[in-house]
């Protein structure tokens, strides 16, 4: 990975890490979690070879980017996307491609919304857009639909997990959530830590012991709080976008949507019915198309590398 340049630039009052490669048109690459630009490292050397500049950063609280604080309420969309924004300036370029995934889409859904004019198209992995109810708060309607269990739901509390994580340690974390193939709904149940460290750490053919260990070096860095507060910002995001009138039909960008078929996303009750049903292509109009890749699970990207590649290029050489 050498080839591949890192700098730190000053954005939005943070200091942003972004791994590059390649000349214009940019493509921009947000991940999801627990992830970092590392994600990334297939579709950054494939598209630069094909005359893009694929632009990676590490989103605010991940890897080598600043944690600009410890409260959830410093990691709404409004303040990533900015942190989007401002890096889109900084390159010097008015428009990007986007290719995000997990909830590096959701953020990706949100700069779309907000800022359609600088985004040329976005190709979403495994995240399709989710309408919400106003009245509704989201983790309320998680738990009532999924339990107290559901993942979102669990990481909820600050420092509850993290001291989880802290006692089983960043590689049994890291290893339970890049590796599982099972589907969804993603549940943490009560006896979750203590049976992760009676586990054994067996790795997917798509990820390489040195690979991993990166990951797990990356995270016993930063810790898992910047990500994880993400989603306890989730209810005061959907409240701020709706106290800003925004909505899917804002959306004025074209888009593909890829997803793997054993996704524990894509494979939560109600969730499959939603991509294909029509109900997706009808709040998004300018879903352009949708790809379910066949024995593929959730981190798809670094999976089936080479297809999603293909999948994107067909996308975005069409602009």
């Given at each position: 990975?050498?080839?591949?340049?890192?700098?730190?630039?000053n954005?939005?009052g943070i200091?942003?890490h972004?791994a590059?490669k390649?000349e214009?048109?940019?493509?921009?690459?947000?991940?999801?979690?627990p992830?970092?630009?590392?994600?990334?490292?297939?579709q950054?050397l494939?598209?630069?070879?094909?005359?893009?500049?694929?632009v990676?950063?590490?989103?605010?609280?991940?890897g080598?980017?600043?944690v600009?604080?410890?409260s959830?309420?410093s990691?709404?969309?409004f303040?990533?996307?900015?942190?989007?924004?401002?890096?889109?300036?900084f390159?010097?370029?008015e428009?990007?491609f986007?290719?995000?995934?997990?909830?590096g889409?959701i953020?990706?859904?949100?700069?779309?919304?907000?800022?359609?004019e600088?985004?040329?198209?976005?190709?979403?992995?495994?995240?399709?857009?989710?309408?919400?109810?106003?009245?509704?708060?989201?983790v309320?309607?998680?738990?009532?639909?999924?339990?107290?269990?559901?993942?979102?739901?669990?990481?909820?509390?600050p420092?509850?997990?993290?001291a989880?994580?802290?006692?089983?340690?960043s590689?049994?974390?890291?290893a339970?959530?890049?590796?599982t193939?099972?589907?969804?709904?993603?549940?943490?149940s009560e006896?979750?830590?203590?049976?992760?460290?009676?586990?054994?750490?067996?790795?997917?053919?798509?990820?390489?012991?040195?690979?991993?260990?990166y990951y797990?070096t990356?995270?016993?860095q930063?810790?898992f709080t910047g990500?994880?507060?993400?989603?306890?910002?989730?209810?005061?995001?959907?409240?701020?976008?709706?106290?800003?009138?925004?909505?899917?039909?804002?959306n004025?960008?074209?888009l593909?949507?890829?997803?793997g078929?054993?996704?524990?996303?894509?494979?939560t009750p109600?969730?499959?019915?939603y991509?294909?049903?029509g109900?997706f292509?009808?709040?998004?109009?300018l879903?352009e198309?949708?790809?379910?890749?066949?024995?593929a699970?959730h981190?798809?990207?670094?999976?089936?590398?080479?297809?999603?590649?293909?999948?994107?290029l067909d996308?975005?050489?069409?602009?």
């Open positions: 990975m050498d080839e591949i340049k890192h700098s730190t630039v954005v939005n200091k942003i972004i590059e390649g214009v048109p940019v493509v921009l690459f947000l991940h999801g979690f992830e970092f630009w590392y994600a990334w490292r297939h950054i494939a598209l630069s070879c094909l005359g893009y500049r694929a990676a950063p590490d989103l605010r609280g991940y080598d980017t600043e600009p604080s410890s959830f309420t990691y709404t969309c303040h990533v996307a900015g942190d989007i924004i401002a890096l889109i300036d390159l010097g370029v428009q990007v986007v290719v995000a995934h997990d909830f889409a953020i990706a859904w949100h700069l779309c919304l907000f800022r359609p600088r985004v040329k198209s976005f190709v979403s992995l495994g995240m399709p857009y989710l309408p919400t109810d106003p009245n509704l708060k989201p309320e309607t998680l738990r009532a639909m999924y339990g107290d269990n559901f993942y979102i739901c669990k990481f909820q509390e420092g509850v997990l993290e989880g994580i802290a006692h089983i340690g590689k049994l974390m890291l339970s959530s890049l590796t193939r099972r589907p969804g709904p993603p549940i943490i006896d979750a830590i203590a049976h992760l460290a009676r586990e054994t750490i067996n790795l997917p053919f798509w990820l390489s012991e040195e690979e991993f260990n797990v990356k995270f016993d930063t810790g990500g994880l507060n993400y989603y306890r910002a989730i209810d005061f995001i959907f409240c701020q976008t709706f106290l800003s009138k925004y909505h899917c039909s804002n004025r960008r074209v593909k949507f890829i997803v078929e054993m996704d524990n996303l894509y494979t109600g969730m499959k019915q991509v294909q049903s109900d292509k009808k709040n998004v109009p879903l198309e949708i790809v379910v890749i066949g024995n699970c981190f798809i990207h670094q999976e089936k590398a080479e297809e999603v590649n293909a999948q994107i996308f975005i050489k069409k602009f």
